[in-house]
C-alpha cells in the first residue's frame, strides 16, 4: 500500500470524526485548550487501535461483525446525539450548558462510532496481508488533526448568535444525521 493510498484511506476515515468535531465544537461554544487535546487525541487513538484489532482478529471476526457494524455506529450517535437534544430542549434559561462531549461516556461512545469503520479497514488490510502499523499510525494523526480542525471550525460557527442559541440542538441533530447516513451508506435504510 502506497503512502497517498494510506493518507487518502486516512482522510476518508476521518470524515465521521471532523463532522462529529464541528458538532462537539458548536455545542461547546469556547472549546478549551483541555477540549481539543481530550478530542483529538481520543478520536485519533481510536482510530489507530481499530484497524489494529480488526487486523488482529482476521477473518472470523469480520463476517460477525459486517453484519451489524453500522447499526452499532448508528446506535451510538443516536444515544448521544438524543441526550444532547433531550438537554437542548429542557433548557429553562441561557445559563445553562450542554453536556461536555470530551468526558466521560459521551467521550468514549464517540470515539467508538466514529472508528467502526477503521475496524472494518483493518479487517480488509488482514485480507490483503498488508501490515497495520504504519497505517495505523497515519490514520490516528490525520484523525486527531481533523478532530482538532473540526473543533475549531464548531466554535467558530457558534459565534454567529443564531446558532449560539440553538447550538446544542444543532449538534444533536448533526450526530443523529451521521447516524442515519452510515445506515444508508450500508444500505440498512429501505425506502419505497
Given amino acids: ?5 494510506i493518507i487518502a484511506l486516512a482522510v476518508a476515515l476521518a470524515m465521521d470524526a471532523f463532522a462529529v468535531s464541528i458538532a462537539a465544537g458548536v455545542a461547546l461554544k469556547t472549546v478549551s485548550a483541555r477540549q481539543f ?9 481510536f482510530q489507530a487501535v481499530m484497524p489494529i484489532i480488526g487486523w488482529s482478529a482476521g477473518l472470523s471476526f469480520r463476517t460477525m461483525i459486517q453484519a451489524f457494524d453500522h447499526w452499532v455506529a448508528f446506535g451510538l450517535l ?5 441526550n444532547m437534544l433531550r438537554s437542548a430542549l429542557g433548557k429553562q434559561d441561557e445559563g445553562n450548558t450542554c453536556k461536555d462531549p470530551t ?25 490483503l496481508n498488508v501490515s497495520i502499523w504504519f497505517p495505523a499510525f497515519i490514520i490516528g494523526i490525520v484523525a486527531a488533526l481533523f478532530t482538532a480542525f473540526g473543533l475549531f471550525l464548531g466554535g467558530r460557527a457558534c459565534r454567529f448568535m443564531i446558532l449560539q442559541k440553538y447550538a446544542e440542538g444543532l449538534g444533536a441533530m448533526v450526530l443523529i444525521g451521521i447516524g442515519v447516513n452510515i445506515l444508508y451508506e450500508h444500505d440498512a435504510l429501505f425506502f419505497w
Fill in 1 to 5: 500500500m502506497t503512502i497517498p493510498n
Fill in 37 to 45: 487535546f481530550r478530542l483529538s487525541w481520543h478520536f485519533g487513538l
Fill in 78 to 82: 443516536l444515544f448521544v446525539g438524543g
Fill in 103 to 127: 468526558r466521560g461516556s459521551s467521550l468514549v461512545l464517540l470515539s467508538v462510532a466514529t472508528s467502526i469503520d477503521a475496524l472494518a479497514v483493518g479487517l480488509s488490510m488482514a485480507l
